[in-house]
């Protein structure tokens, strides 16, 4: 069987529009794109999950992002990560994006876009695209 190209997509070359397959058996594999529009809001535009589930992301405050997806089984053999980075910001607003907080078994975490110079968590524009990539293994099914 042929690899699955998993760079096909939207206009930025994105892989939100296949299907995600891993090859790692059991793999669980997230993906979502969130957009940023007025006073901060948060949009999940695309999301990618092979085993059905949903990632959600909401604002919380000033450029802390509350996320939510399907709890992960704690597995011993599993070390779930997670990702998240800045795939837009045209206005340059911000640069980077990172995980303040994760709990793979609760299904929560939180994201923090670029802290300025005084440590502060500093707001996306409108515009701005935010990605987030959760991986971990799955030996329940």
Do not use: H
């Amino acid at each position: 069987m042929p690899t699955p190209n998993l760079f096909v997509g939207g206009p930025l070359g994105d892989v939100m529009r296949s299907a995600v397959r891993a090859s790692t058996q059991n793999t669980i594999i997230r993906r979502a794109y969130v957009a940023i529009g007025a006073s901060g809001a948060a949009t999940v535009t695309q999301t990618t999950d092979a085993s059905g589930g949903t990632i959600t992301c909401v604002k919380n405050t000033t450029g802390i992002y509350d996320i939510t997806f399907p709890v992960l089984a704690a597995v011993a053999t599993s070390i779930p990560t997670i990702r998240v980075w800045v795939v837009l910001s045209t206005a340059t607003t911000v640069s980077q994006a990172f995980c303040k907080a994760f709990s793979p078994t609760a299904g929560t975490a939180q994201a923090v876009t670029a802290l300025n110079a005084a440590g502060t968590p500093v707001e996306p524009a409108s515009g701005d695209i935010l990605a987030i990539e959760i991986v971990a293994c799955d030996t329940t099914g």
